[in-house]
């Protein structure tokens, strides 16, 4: 990971390629998706715009619909949350923890040139380099 002038831009730690779901396959295949690839979100994508964030579906989003009582069959769709709040990749590193702490979120988007791109993690924020980068000495 290289540090870019003043510090770690959003894209130096994006998890790349993002893990995507589509949005009338199920919360079975969402379960299965996040064990697999050792991740705590998904993008939700359409199968036409595959670079285009519909929503984040995180395991938090995952055990609420479990606990409702949602059968393993429901689409994505029926319990994604609708919007997505994003980074571009050039932006401080600052910028992203900003995001993430105002809106109670714990995965961003990271966008580049308007496209999906990636996604971060507070537990990414939390990796010795990232930290270096966001706190004083």
Not at 41 to 66: H, K, N, Q
Not at 125 to 133: E, F, G, K
């Amino acid at each position: 990971m290289v540090a870019a002038a003043g510090g770690l831009k959003a894209g130096d730690l994006v998890r790349r390629p993002p893990v995507t779901i589509l949005p009338d396959e199920t919360l079975l295949d969402a379960v299965d998706r996040l064990a697999q690839h050792n991740i705590g979100a998904l993008v939700v994508v359409r199968r036409e715009e595959p670079d285009v964030a519909l929503a984040v579906i995180s395991e938090r989003d995952v055990v609420r619909a479990l606990n409702m009582r949602m059968a393993l069959s429901t689409p994505v769709e029926a319990f994604m949350s609708r919007g997505v709040i994003s980074v571009e990749a050039d932006e401080p590193l600052s910028r992203a923890a900003e995001l993430m702490w105002r809106y109670n979120v714990r995965h961003l988007v990271v966008t580049k040139g308007g496209r999906l791109y990636g996604v971060i993690s507070v537990r990414d924020l939390l990796r010795p380099d990232a930290l270096r980068s966001l706190c004083k000495p």
